[in-house]
């Protein structure tokens, strides 16, 4: 590969960064105004998850799809393709009057960000040669930092002035930049020798997880008795099966079975499950934690966070050295087991008096949660790049990308339906003594489904409805503590795992 100008260099690196711009800080601010969503468009818990969901489903299920189109189709084309699609959802978003719109919306947004994500990388592989491509990698990495912790700040400054679709909104500017320098300054690349699409995997997984996604959301409130919810986790289930059996004796999987031959690669990826599935949960729950019941303002909620992404981008470079002084297995191992005890941190507060108590209440847990992702996520990586073959190393990267995501599907749509159920028992457990009628415990066992968002029923009069509210406040801090407590046993769980699976030494597949 010859050597590419350092002007064109410098535009591909700014389209790749404006680009993937979007995705980080639509992804970091997102949870920051979840609360302001469900406000704005009336929406109920499940509608929320589903918000968060719609957009995970399809990211997670077709993002090798859009590794693989890019390779055949040109990588340029279908990164453009995926902005595009991304900035219409995003459009459609920030101009939604109900959740039915947003929902939709956000799982064009995912099938936009499943041509775009692995697009940014791939075309900066092509387009440096390998000399160069350190460096404009590690720029590239840099700036993804950068916009990862500007996510909140941007949320929460957006949301502080009653401006949530702002958020949506911020994602066309950056794509007219980065559309117009793909167009006039990035060469097209493409993979002459790439393999044929795997459609019919692609199919499978996402048949799958959207029938276990809609089967446990909806759970809550039609019931697992439902025969809908019954039919819908069948075919899940099945689905993914298949999938499995698909990929076993596919030509050209979009899964190979066969990297999970390595032990290590096997190990980072079931830990990865674990981990980024309890991280999915923890990062939704803490933000409405923070504005539904602990009053926190939406600055306020983007500067609780900060600890955590700050220590995670300040710790990473240092933690990458960490593999070839100890090996894999150490830092997969301490790493989520401090991540597991900083979600249980932030389980002991309970209900606080506003932000001027984040010091000692919520902060070190949150710190403790960073310090342990700093020292996890770039030993992973070394880990899963490590374990296979040069050649294989793309697609490793890939699949381990797709398993994070997965996680974060499954997780949010199983432990958010416990979630839900949780809630509405510890609502009715606490509202017992309060005299209501029949109705109007049916009204607060309806309005259950919002979560810490849950009203009182109209009609009753300011010392019920404020017993209610009480009782509200406290239902959801058992809640949360339930489901933080599970996403800590789910980190422990991956430090277990990593112990027991992942290779002290790095062995490579040839």
Known sequence: MEKIAPQTGR??????????????IDGSALNIVLSDIQD???ASGAEMLWIVDGYLLFLASLILVGGSLGDHLGR???FMIGIVLFTIASFLCGISPNTELMIVARMVQGVGGALMVPGSLAIISASFPPGERGKAIGTWSAFSSVTTVLGPVLGGAMAEVDFWRGIFFINIPLAVVALWILVNYVPESRDEQ????DLPGALLVTLGLAGLSYGFIEAPGQGFDNPGIIASLIVGFAALILFVMVESRSQHPMVPLRLFESPTFSGTNIMTFFLYGALAVATLFLPLNFAQVQDYRRIEISLALLPFVLSLTLLSRWAGTLVDRYGPRLPLTVGPAIVGTGFFAVTLPGLTNGFAEFWTTYFPGILIMGIGMGITVAPLTTAVMGSVSSRQAG???GVNNAVARTAGVLAIAILGALALFSFRSALEDRTESIQLSQEERDTLKKNASDLGNTRPPESLDETAQSAIESAVRSAFVETFRL???LTAILAWLSAALAWLTVDQRLVVLE
């Not at 535009?11 to 980080?24: E, P, Q, R």
């Not at 790439?194 to 699409?197: D, E, F, I, Q, S």
């Open 395 to 397: 697609v490793a990267s």
């Open 483 to 485: 489901v933080l407590i």
């Open 40 to 42: 704005g468009l009336n």
């Open 76 to 78: 340029k084309r279908i």
């Open 11 to 24: 535009w591909i690196l700014t389209a790749t960064i404006l680009a993937s711009s979007m995705a980080f």
């Open 194 to 197: 790439a393999k044929k699409l």
